[in-house]
């Protein structure tokens, strides 16, 4: 049996009903087999796959926390330290009912791989809980927030490791967390991104992942002849990712007709307005049934659909496992020629399967929405000297990271042999760097 496929059963074995966890795990070492074939025998000696997928440390802690109606509410909490060897871990934290081990695992061993391609300083972590923020009033945030950080301000700092948002983690959650961190610690430094410009959060980091997905489809598009001027865009989610690749995809000359969340979506054919869309959810925090009374033209339909729709490119961006086979057969019916993923693993295997064996190229979310952790990175060079970066300088470098990390894995598919393979463009040159780093520091 090979390397990568023992290790592939060793990690079943050993974690059982993790499956979000194997599937991130198998996607990517299935990718870096011409890779390991070439080490094989140096790898296996020094255990290189198996210390890859064993977490350096894993937080599990209890968080309580009192409602409005005092009534004493118990939540889960997680932190998974993965890898350090390039950086100080770094990752978001997500706050939602779907959050266990697996998922914060799976996360957190994409994010070593994200983290490395960047070119930036940064090892790989992920955390979070299963409390849900949706119907929680602000005060009962606070609470919940309060709690949570008590607990992991314990593992946490601006040179160990530095959370970031998610899904269900905003600017609000980042406040009152960075505020608790402060009170309990006494540090004020950088130990979270995705900060209040008005106590060192950066700027252009509201926009980043969604404005980087769209700088690296852009890229990616002229690479192979193409660009987004001009083409229909369909996007997935209207959360912080969504908006932004929505706002900057009309900036490029791009159109796009579609957004949706957790109940329904919202078709409209002459572009979604991004002033309305932010109305609903960033200020209001209501749901997207109202966008039809903004833009009467538009259609709102109950459930998924969002991939049934005629479009050029496809960008999801709500969550994982959300773009099936079906779906992807349904792109490909429709003419789609590319799906980048603003999302982490929102495509899965037999859909990206299918949309390669298609033709479809196809970006994955550790270099699609790497924007977002590079400019928390630039976040935390900002913190460390205490120094505050212009809007034109961040939106520039963010530019330029992106379009640097399309090639560097463009290249790295060349190099093995896979040219216009992304998806092992994207694993291998993010190994690479890992692995150099790994074997200078030794067994560890
Ligand atoms: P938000 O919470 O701001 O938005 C998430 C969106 O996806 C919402 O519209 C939400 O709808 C929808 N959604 C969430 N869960 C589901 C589900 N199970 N089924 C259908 N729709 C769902 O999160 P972000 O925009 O920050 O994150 C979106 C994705 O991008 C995640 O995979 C995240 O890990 C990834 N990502 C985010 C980065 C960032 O900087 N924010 C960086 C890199 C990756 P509803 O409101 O109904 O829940």
């Known amino acids: 049996m090979s390397y990568v496929d023992e290790v592939l059963e060793r990690v079943v074995k050993e974690n059982p009903y993790e499956p979000e966890f194997h599937q991130a795990v198998k996607e990517v070492l299935d990718s870096l087999r011409p890779v390991v074939e070439k080490n094989e025998e140096q790898f296996r000696r020094d255990a290189l796959l198996e210390r890859l ?33 390039i950086g100080p871990y770094k990752g978001g934290l997500r706050l939602h009912p779907s959050v266990n081990l ?86 004020f430094e950088g130990v979270l991104t995705g900060k209040g410009l008005s106590y060192g959060g950066s700027l252009v980091r509201t926009e980043a992942t969604g404005y980087g997905l769209l700088y690296i489809t852009d890229e990616m598009l002229k690479s192979n002849g193409h660009s987004l001027e001009g083409k229909t865009v369909a996007v997935s989610g209207a959360g912080n990712v969504a908006i932004y690749a929505i706002e900057k995809a009309g900036q490029l000359g791009a159109k796009v007709v579609t957004c949706s969340d957790s109940n329904g979506w919202v078709y409209d054919p002459d572009g979604i307005d991004v002033a309305v869309l932010k109305e609903i959810k960033e200020v209001k925090r209501h749901r997207l049934t109202e966008y039809k009374a903004y833009r009467p033209n538009s259609e709102y339909h109950e459930g998924k659909g969002v991939w049934t729709v005629k479009c050029d490119v496809a960008l999801p961006c709500a969550t994982q496992n959300e773009l099936n086979l079906e779906d992807a057969k349904n792109l490909v019916a429709n003419g789609t020629i590319a799906v980048a993923e603003g999302a982490n693993m929102p495509t899965t295997p037999e859909a990206v399967d299918y949309l390669q064996r298609n033709g479809v190229l196809f970006l994955p979310g550790k270099a699609a929405n790497a924007g977002g952790v ?13 120094l505050h970066w212009s809007f034109e300088r961040m939106d520039s470098t963010l530019k330029s990271l992106m379009v640097d990390l399309f090639h560097n894995l463009e290249a790295a598919a060349k190099k093995y042999g896979v040219d216009g393979n992304y998806v092992a463009g994207a694993n291998i040159a993010g190994f690479e760097k890992v692995v150099d780093a790994m074997n200078a520091q030794g067994i560890v």
């Open 53 to 85: 997928v064993n977490p350096e440390r894993q937080i599990k802690f209890r968080v309580p926390w009192i409602d409005d109606n005092g009534q004493v509410q118990i939540n889960t909490g997680y932190r998974v330290q993965f890898n350090s060897a």
């Open 102 to 187: 697996s998922i914060i695992k799976f996360l957190g061993f994409e994010q070593i791989f994200k983290n490395s391609l960047t070119g930036l300083p940064i090892g790989g972590g992920k955390g979070g809980s299963d409390f849900d923020p949706k119907g929680k009033s602000d005060r009962e945030i606070m609470k919940f927030c309060q709690s949570f950080m008590t607990e992991l301000s314990k593992y946490i700092g601006a040179d160990t490791d530095v959370p970031a948002g998610d899904i269900g983690t905003g600017a609000r959650e980042i406040g009152y967390m960075y505020g608790q961190y402060k009170r309990i610690r006494g540090l």
């Open 374 to 386: 590079a400019t928390s990175a630039l976040e935390m060079s900002q913190n460390s000297e205490r």
